[in-house]
């Protein structure tokens, strides 16, 4: 899978050259005092190290508080919206979005991926750093009053891991952006459901075997899966027998 077309030093200078919300450009100290203004704590040096690429991978905090002071989304740092809309410092918890990902994405026939599978995954893949089983389970159960802040890098890992991806590379904005993780954890919430009724285990078999079924075999299968969706019955035959209703009774 390709890389990320921009690096993240190259989009935060981009926006300090030609800012959203003012005519001026922004050196590395204004922007560093619009930080600081907004609550935030970051050197002047710090943000000259990663407009340069010297240093390229900052925390989600820092993420969040350098989007703020240059009035965009966060997302934007990896390949999301720009427009800001709001208050875009994220309402929903970091851990909500990656505890979703762990009980929802995993592949069929299986349960759920465990701390140390995603861990060694993100490693050997080499292309996000490293990271540790125990970071993870810190990240999905931190301490009280202590939000998580993982570093892009580590973002980028978990997005890769859990397919929140395309052909550009990775696309961790689920992350940073509220709006669109909305959108996800309704279509998530819905594939749950879908596979809790079977139905996704019996479409997943179905396209296995379906290049060797004659026309009728198909238009049966296609049928099946009408009638339990219509019915509610999650008692699946697969394939499916002539004369069988989708719970496996005679008809």
């Not at 079977?198 to 026309?215: C, D, H, K, N, Y």
Request: glycine content about 8%; aromatic content about 8%; some cysteine.
């Amino acid at each position: 899978m390709a890389e990320r077309s921009r690096s993240f030093g190259s989009i935060l200078d981009d926006l300090c050259l030609h800012p959203v919300s003012r005519r001026r450009r922004y050196t590395n100290t204004e922007l560093a005092d619009a930080v600081h203004r907004l609550g935030g704590e970051i050197t002047d040096g710090y943000i000259s190290h990663l407009r340069k690429g010297h240093r390229d991978n900052p925390t989600l905090q820092t993420m969040e508080d350098l989007a703020a002071a240059l009035d965009v989304c966060p997302a934007v740092f990896v390949g999301g919206r720009q427009e800001r809309w709001g208050d875009e410092r994220p309402r929903q918890s970091f851990t909500g979005k990656l505890r979703l990902l762990f009980a929802v994405v995993y592949p069929v026939g299986r349960g759920p991926y465990t701390p140390e599978e995603v861990a060694k995954s993100i490693t050997m893949d080499d292309r996000c750093g490293s990271i540790s089983a125990s970071y993870i389970r810190e990240l999905l159960n931190p301490l009280p009053d202590t939000p998580p802040n993982p570093r892009l890098k580590h973002i980028l890992g978990l997005a890769e891991h859990f397919g929140l991806a395309d052909e550009a590379g990775p696309q961790p904005a689920y992350f940073l952006d509220d709006d669109l993780a909305d959108v996800l954890a309704a279509e998530l919430t819905d594939f749950a459901a879908l596979r809790k009724a079977g139905v996704i285990e019996f479409a997943t078999r179905m396209a296995e075997q379906a290049s060797l079924w004659s026309p009728e075999m198909r238009r049966q299968a296609a049928q099946t899966i009408t009638q339990a969706l219509e019915s509610g019955e999650t008692g699946w035959i697969f394939p499916p027998r002539k004369g069988t209703s989708p719970g496996g009774d005679e008809t």
